[in-house]
């Protein structure tokens, strides 16, 4: 099921338009680090700034497109600055912060989505090419308050510390599990190698795609 | 990033004009886009065609094989046909990135990505590649995991596919579309060694587009496969790699089809090696009396002499595991 989103279109560089009254955990974090005098140039409210602040504000407008994809169940048609990133759609425009910026540069995993299905890195997707794509994020798995059997799975195995990587990690294992790479530990630790976890979690981690993977 | 152009592209047609115009060509992008983020890639247009019917496995007679240049990595790896006719080329993939990776990536962008050298990837650092005239600064700097065959002065960067030193075993060909229309260009061509002028990486003229990659049939029974050494088990580049492809008949080697990785400018192929092969029996002794031409000619900078040792012990140990030794 799909629900139809309104067109938005691209947000001015310098962005102040939040729509939510309630301060989020990102725009306070933003708010108080301008307050504190550490950024001083326009374009701190993370959330709503799509292009590079420093290049937008060239006289020239950076060329953008128009694109609908899918964003866990909902369309939804947006006008991004060709450079944009799924990675940066996701967090910064639709405010879907599960997807983690570890690397930017395909090498950590920390940014995992599925799109059609099979698990991509979205910091090296760019958003334009996504016309009518299904993406997939961490916030998209649970079944309302029904956890996907895998989040549940990392609870109970304990299977982070920092949880930096954990929405890349269960993504990523959800793609393994559907691609039926879960044989073994070593053929998980295998196909879950594009992933990288600076705590050490992998014993765990291992055991939580196991867990899933058994029930099915 | 600078700003560029998008345009997305449905018939090959529409492609080769957009391409004949200076566009770039985006396929999987996980290249193309990595480098676009650190200024070392600046184009202007970017075509995208992902869409264009290029995304087919085609055996032909004799098994001869033609993958199409849009497969996915994963897609080619999976396929049960490359599984049984050239185990040498599913492994090389699945040994390759990550799994997200090889979903996004294809087999024509895989023999296109750019090197891992850390100096080429750094616009700060002099680079002959990135820059042509303003130096190599690997020639002299950290170069543990640069090349040892097919230098220059100018270049001393490996490439980093795996797929292509199977590729480069098997004699591939690689299938061209330009505005004059079709050719082949025999693997071996397409790849350029860097000489003076590093800048130029491949044998393709302004807007064409790789079709597919063919495998020429080989005589069967054939085994092959590949042998990836590296710093971590998983998820890392080559330090030296192996594809190994063996006909043998009535206990004799017929024909032997071998490339090493992570040592050259281009996938390198072994001909000596090969020759050294032919007509012989396996044996442990051949295994290493062949191996220990493989890195003939070898030129090794300050941080990678131990890539020499390391190669011939890489090829002989796949020509143990692929030939066995009856």
């Given amino acids: 099921m799909s629900t139809e989103l309104p067109e938005s279109a691209v947000p001015p560089p310098t962005g102040a338009d939040e729509s939510s009254s309630a301060p989020s955990r990102r725009t306070f974090i933003a708010t ?11 374009g ?46 996701l967090r910064e425009h639709f405010e879907l912060t599960g997807s983690k910026k570890g690397c930017n540069a395909g090498a950590c995993g920390a940014c995992t989505v599925l799109i059609d299905g099979q698990r991509h890195n979205a910091c090296l997707t760019l958003a334009v090419r996504l016309e009518d794509a299904e993406v997939t994020t961490v916030e998209g798995l649970a079944d ?25 990690q269960i993504v990523s294992g959800v793609g393994c599990i559907k691609e039926g790479h879960t044989n073994s530990p070593e053929e998980i630790r295998e196909w879950m190698s594009g992933n990288i976890c600076r705590c050490g979690c992998y014993v765990k981690i291992v055991r939580a795609v196991e867990q899933t993977a058994g029930r099915k | 990033m600078h700003p560029f152009t998008y345009t997305r592209v449905s018939d090959t047609r529409e492609a080769l004009n957009a391409g004949r115009g200076g566009g770039r060509y985006i396929a999987g992008g996980t290249t193309l886009v990595d480098l676009m983020r650190e200024t070392v890639e600046q184009p202007e247009t970017l075509v995208d065609i992902s869409g264009l019917p290029l995304r087919e496995i085609t055996v032909a007679e004799h098994g ?45 962008g895989n023999i296109m990505q750019r090197t891992r050298c850390t100096y080429f990837r750094d616009v700060t650092a002099d680079c002959n590649k990135r820059e042509p005239g303003s130096g190599c600064a690997a020639l002299h700097g950290f170069n543990r995991s640069h090349a040892i065959l097919g230098t220059s002065d100018h270049c001393v960067s490996t490439h980093p596919s795996d797929v292509a030193v199977a590729f480069a075993a098997l004699e591939a060909r690689v299938h061209l579309l330009g505005p004059d ?82 040592v050259g400018t281009v996938p390198w192929k072994l001909p000596e090696v090969e020759q050294q092969l032919i007509g012989e029996r396996p044996s442990e002794s051949l295994w290493a009396s062949a191996a220990a031409k493989a890195a003939d000619g070898a030129r090794a900078l300050q941080h990678n002499r131990f890539k020499v040792e390391l190669l011939k012990r890489t090829v002989e140990r796949q020509l143990r595991i692929v030939g066995g030794t009856k």
């Avoid at chain 2, 990595?73 to 997200?100: C, D, F, G």
């Avoid at chain 2, 085994?223 to 998983?234: A, E, H, I, M, P």
């Fill in chain 1, 32 to 42: 108080s680090t301008a307050v504190g005098g550490v950024v001083v140039a326009g």
């Fill in chain 1, 44 to 89: 701190v409210f993370a959330g709503t700034v799509l292009a590079d602040p420093e290049e937008a504000s060239a006289a020239e407008k950076p060329p953008s497109s128009r694109v609908s994809l899918t964003v866990n169940g909902t369309r939804r048609t947006v006008t991004v600055d060709n450079r944009t990133s799924l990675l940066d759609l």
């Fill in chain 1, 144 to 168: 309302g308050d029904q956890l996907h059997p895998l989040q549940q799975a990392f609870i109970d195995q304990d299977a982070f510390q920092c949880g930096y990587c954990t929405p890349g």
């Fill in chain 2, 64 to 108: 001869a094989l033609r993958i199409g240049a849009l497969v996915r990595m994963a897609e080619a790896a999976a396929h049960p046909k490359v599984r049984v006719l050239y185990p040498v080329i599913s492994e090389a993939l699945e040994l390759s990135a990550s799994a997200q990776l090889r979903n996004m990536a294809t087999i024509g």
């Fill in chain 2, 181 to 262: 229309g079709e050719r082949q260009v025999p693997f071996a061509d397409f790849l350029l060694r860097p000489g003076s002028t590093p800048d130029r990486e491949q044998a393709l003229r302004r807007g064409e587009l790789i079709t597919a990659v063919e495998i020429p049939a080989l005589p069967r029974p054939l085994k092959s496969g590949y042998l990836k050494v590296r710093d971590r088990q998983s998820y890392e580049f080559a330090l030296t790699s192996a594809a190994v492809a063996l006909h043998v008949r009535g206990g004799v080697i017929r024909e032997a089809r071998i490339a090493a990785g992570g």
